[in-house]
């Protein structure tokens, strides 16, 4: 879907707020947690960067909030140094990978950093039971003030060793959840914490983008129409087939139903579905085209 | 669409449902082979099909009046027929909003929705219902949102909320199920829940099927068809009312079988809920009396092969023992040995 940039608010030197309107209709409504991925127009290639929608579901625009990267894919720094009012730009429907756990009493949510953004949207959960501990840097901290609502029970820390993990973890009755977002280190960190306190895997959740269908581009040849198809890092094998013209069946097109099974003639597969079992898997005689691709340069299929 | 809907017909005691020519030419027919076997035979739930019962999101048909007061009568005797688990609040508004908005968009002369931001106008002229209400305010409704709506639409709906790295019924409308019961699988994980389903278990069907549930998308639903064997077209074949229905089985004979018969197909949508990330799960059963299915050759024919090679504990688990020969025997008379192609669409445009 096209969207239009229709506010920019600077939060920080690094940080800042984007408004996302719809160019025509009614957005698809976004629950806590869901984010967007923007699909961004650089020289060669696009960049597809994930950010979590921090608007109420149900509003009529899209806000997100985004740090420049220093060492940047290019997405965040277009972002920060180009993106201007009025420009449209292609957003990839709403999707969902850190729903807060409904079941948790109390949620304890601790973020770093723009780690900060997933729980925004959790504020909209309609009568959340939270205590939030936000790490920032302290020359973010006026932009972190900002963001975060001004409650007792959430409590902005700077600077390192500001906040004392282990024991506000023991602190915790049994029916609380821990949810984590940040910088990996943070992460790890926190987790470490967590596990040597004793807490359960499943009393434990982060923050994780997955289910892309690209990675590294390959070439594949099919033994019996003679095509070779060049399968690039944004699209699945079965996307270049069928834009080759090519109609290979196909029914899920999420790994699961086994429609698209396709002989290996040559070549690794690298396989993402589940469909295959262990021993199919290792045998890499069979690919699902759906959602595999390739370990080698090039594979040869029976097709 | 043109959808004319019959007045009240009744599904339990003198069974007066029967389908009009246009129904059976719309029926969802489930087998698109002469061999029946599991699979996860999920597509993407997209507006249009073999017949016009794919035509809409939620299918709303001639039969919508019945259903409902079907529903309503079963919900009085046996309130827990609907369910739905506290933490599921805003599943249940997620549901409501879907199922008017779909409704409301397939089929306009019968539903309206008026939204001025949290206040909406629901109006259902087949049931002579206008409301008023507060989206996200429950006090606003006569039901809980799920309950309120479910009432209100065709088939039986399931809540699962995804945690864990599986899925939860946790919460649930059913009042036409295939003998299973919602207040004994409330709360129960994915596969719990399937646990009593024969041969899936080992051809590894729910492990991949969950596997891709979790990761089913926003803004794209998938569909499965299921089946199984009625004796008489009655909705409630619960597990709590089997006293009333089980001896109902007995009384099928070679002599009423084509009439009392019906073969019961669920169109089963699987739908990502936007503010709770949970998955709705709609089962829409059809039902068909075996003489008004054999009016469409093509479906008598295969029906008929479909029955006679069915593994015997696929039969078993379908409840089908005891009358699986009086079907046999009923549809070879149409089975002229023809070939018969790939495919559930009826072949012919009028009966």
Excluded at chain 1, 176 to 190: I, K, R, V, W, Y
Aim: glycine share 8%; with cysteine; proline share 7%.
């Amino acid at each position: 879907m096209k969207l239009i940039l229709a506010k920019i608010k600077v939060l920080s030197p690094s940080i800042r707020h984007f408004t996302l309107a719809p160019v025509s209709g009614t957005l698809p409504v976004a629950g806590a947690g869901a984010h967007v991925v923007l699909e961004i127009a650089g020289p060669g290639r696009v960049w597809k960067n994930a950010y979590s929608i921090i608007s109420a579901p149900g509003a009529a625009t899209y806000e997100i909030v985004v740090r420049r990267v220093e060492m940047s894919r290019g997405g965040s720094a277009w972002l920060h140094d180009h993106a201007q009012i009025g420009k449209v730009i292609e957003v990839q429907p709403p999707q969902n990978l850190f729903t807060p756990p409904r079941t948790a009493r109390k949620h304890l949510l601790l973020s770093a950093g723009i780690g900060i953004t997933p729980f925004l949207s959790y504020l909209h959960v309609p009568g959340l039971n939270y205590e939030w501990h936000h790490c920032g840097k302290a020359e973010d901290a006026a932009a972190f003030k900002a963001l975060l609502p001004d409650a007792a029970h959430v409590t902005l820390h700077t600077g390192r060793n500001a906040l004392n993990l282990a024991a506000l973890l023991a602190a915790q009755k049994l029916d609380t959840h821990l949810s984590l977002c940040g910088p990996e280190a943070f992460m790890d960190f926190a987790l470490a914490t967590a596990e040597h306190a004793g807490w359960p895997a499943q009393k434990i959740h982060k923050e994780s983008f997955g289910g892309a269908t690209g990675g590294e581009p390959f070439t594949v040849h099919l033994r019996r129409s003679g095509h070779t198809i060049n399968v690039g890092a944004d699209q699945s094998l079965l996307d270049a087939l069928e834009a080759a013209g090519l109609a290979p069946p196909c029914l899920c097109r999420g790994g699961a139903c086994g429609e698209c099974k396709l002989p290996v003639l040559a070549g690794v597969p690298a396989h993402h579905d589940h469909y295959l079992s262990a021993t199919e898997r290792a045998a890499n005689d069979a690919i699902m085209i759906c959602v595999s691709r390739a370990q080698t340069q090039e594979l040869v299929l029976d097709f | 669409m043109n959808l004319i809907i019959k007045p009240a017909e009744t599904f339990r005691g003198d069974y007066t449902y029967t389908n009009s020519d246009e129904a059976i030419l719309r029926f969802p027919f489930p087998f698109p082979e002469d061999i029946y076997m599991y699979a996860v035979n999920v597509e993407p739930h997209v507006r249009g099909g073999p017949t016009s019962a794919y035509d809409a999101v939620f299918d709303i048909d001639e039969h919508y009046v019945g259903d409902m007061e079907d529903r309503a009568i079963t919900l009085a005797e046996d309130p827990l027929r609907c369910q739905v688990l506290p933490h599921m609040n805003e599943a249940e508004w997620d549901t409501l909003e879907l199922l008017m908005e779909s409704l409301s968009y397939d089929y306009p002369e019968h539903f309206t929705l008026t939204k001025n931001g949290d206040e909406w106008h629901w109006v259902n002229r087949p049931l002579n219902i206008d409301q008023h209400f507060t989206f996200g305010r429950r006090e606003t409704l006569p039901y809980g949102p799920f309950e309120y709506i479910t009432r209100q639409v065709q088939g039986d709906f399931s809540v699962q909320d995804q945690r864990d790295g599986t899925l939860y019924m946790d919460g649930g409308m059913v009042t036409s199920q295939a003998d299973w019961s919602l207040n004994f699988d409330v709360g129960m994980t994915f596969h719990e829940w399937h646990g009593p389903v024969p041969l899936a278990h080992e051809a590894g069907v729910f492990d991949r099927a969950l596997q891709y549930l979790l990761r089913l998308q926003h803004g794209k639903p998938v569909r499965r068809l299921n089946w199984t064997i009625t004796a008489n077209p009655r909705l409630d074949t619960s597990p709590e009312n089997y006293p009333i229905w089980g001896p109902e089985k007995a009384e099928i004979n070679p002599a009423n079988v084509a009439h009392r018969m019906c073969l019961r197909v669920e169109v089963q949508t699987l739908t990502r809920l936007p503010r709770s990330n949970a998955i709705l799960f709609g089962i829409r059963g059809y039902l068909i009396r075996l003489q008004e299915l054999a009016r469409v050759k093509k479906w008598a024919i295969r029906m008929h092969r479909v029955i006679r090679d069915l593994h015997p504990q696929i039969a078993e688990y379908k409840g089908m023992p005891r009358y699986r020969q009086f079907i046999i025997d009923y549809l070879a008379s149409y089975d002229d040995g023809s070939h018969l192609n790939s495919g559930t669409a009826p072949e012919q445009d009028a009966l």
